[in-house]
């Protein structure tokens, strides 16, 4: 399994922008499609954006499409979410996950795809 941490989230104004991060613990976390997951008060987790091995081939929820922007640099092992334009409904948990995958242009948006997950981070919008 991988060890993910993620960190950025943060209390922001409704209208602001945060920047996610999700740094992975393996030697090279090209060998994984990552996602991004959330988690609001009461409600059951929910897909937010995920993105191939390579980074060609992203997909988003339609509540976070042309808002939030999934990106990643395997230099680096770390997986970005950069959240434009927030909302008070995107209050949440953000939550990283990773899936060893063979195929390179493959994402996955089904929570029970991923095989190993972060301990999330706190991301409140204000009114």
């Known amino acids: 399994q991988v060890q993910l941490v993620e960190s950025g989230g943060e209390l922001v104004q409704a209208g602001g922008s945060l920047r996610l991060s999700c740094a992975a613990s393996?030697?090279?976390?090209?060998?994984?499609?990552m996602g991004w997951f959330r988690q609001a008060p009461g409600k059951e987790r929910e897909f937010v954006a995920a993105i191939s091995r390579r980074g060609e081939d992203t997909y988003y929820a339609d509540s976070v499409r042309g808002r939030f922007n999934i990106s990643r640099d395997n230099g680096k092992n770390t997986v970005y979410l950069q959240m434009n334009s927030l909302k008070p409904e995107d209050t949440a948990v953000y939550y990283c996950?990773?899936?060893?995958?063979?195929?390179?242009?493959?994402?996955?948006?089904?929570?029970?795809?991923?095989?190993?997950w972060g301990q999330g981070t706190q991301v409140t919008v204000s009114s």
């Open positions: 996950a990773a899936k060893s995958t063979y195929y390179s242009t493959t994402y996955y948006f089904r929570s029970y795809e991923y095989d190993s």
């Open positions: 393996v030697r090279t976390v090209s060998g994984h499609a």
